[in-house]
Nanobody, 120 residues
Framework: QVQLVESGGGLVQPGGSLRLSCAAS????????MGWYRQAPGKQRELVAVITSGSSTNYADSVKGRFTISRDNAKKTVYLQMNSLKPEDTAVYYCNAGVISGSHRYLEVWGQGTLVTVSS
């Protein structure tokens, strides 16, 4: 019905950059907030960044100044630009969105995850 698909993960050296994308598809009337979360092995899932429908943003302290979240409402896509990557950024990154479906139901939807590995 409604799904999110992430892309852009991969292997990058410390200090490098990656840009993640997450596109929403399906029967959607509107999308409210969208966010990125990550989960490292043996760790709890944590919020990385969130962006509202009005493009207000919030970031985890660990990524402030290095990551930038943005969205393209026409494309129903959210991005995460990751700069100055550190080994501790290694995790599976998940996209999340609050949507109003075509049947007027509010849904919280998760993507399948994309792996980011920061290593030399």
């Amino acid at each position: 019905q409604v799904q999110l698909v992430e892309s852009g993960g991969g292997l990058v050296q410390p200090g490098g950059s990656l840009r993640l994308s997450c596109a929403a598809s399906g029967s959607i009337i509107s999308i409210n907030a969208m966010g990125w979360y990550r989960q490292a092995p043996g760790k709890q899932r944590e919020l990385v960044a969130v962006i509202t429908s009005g493009s207000s943003t919030n970031y985890a302290d660990s990524v402030k100044g290095r990551f930038t979240i943005s969205r393209d409402n026409a494309k129903k896509t959210v991005y995460l630009q990751m700069n100055s990557l550190k080994p501790e950024d290694t995790a599976v990154y998940y996209c999340n969105a609050g949507v109003i479906s075509g049947s007027h139901r509010y849904l919280e939807v998760w993507g399948q995850g994309t792996l980011v590995t920061v290593s030399s």
